[in-house]
């Protein structure tokens, strides 16, 4: 997070933004829809300050610092599969305590076995290239031990 904290005024300025979904001290969360804008028009080559600008933010109240860190953290989120979605509200760190109906259940059941598959997919390459370096660390002892 920015060290910058924002003042009362500057909260409200920030807030009256149609793009800006909550602001706090320290943090600033924008709506989908502006992250969808930023990444378009970063992609026809605009510099984040002139987006912002265009979106109606002051950039000298959003700091050098957090346009950039906010630039870099939409470019990587639009590479997920989930896209630009904000998914801090699913991913807690808690397990979720409510009673879930089936199709979450189902969801959340394929979510896990997607991630298991993957990792087994993961655990049989590491393995296979372990057997194959081993297979040529003994090819290595055998032909020196030929030479000999």
Known sequence: MAKK??????????????????VGKKSITYTQEFREFFVSEYQKGKLPTQILRTAGFDTSVLGRERIHSLSK???KMEQR?????DTRKGNSGRTSTKVLTQEEE???LKSKIKYLEQENEFLKKIR?????????????KNSKSSVE
């Open 81 to 85: 599969p989930e896209g630009l979605a």
């Open 73 to 75: 953290r939409f470019r």
């Open 128 to 140: 296979f290239l372990d057997r194959r370096a081993q297979q040529k660390q003994n090819r290595k």
């Open 106 to 108: 189902i969801q959340r």
């Open 5 to 22: 904290m924002f003042s009362q005024e500057e909260i409200r300025c920030l807030q009256a933004n149609p793009y800006v979904e909550n």
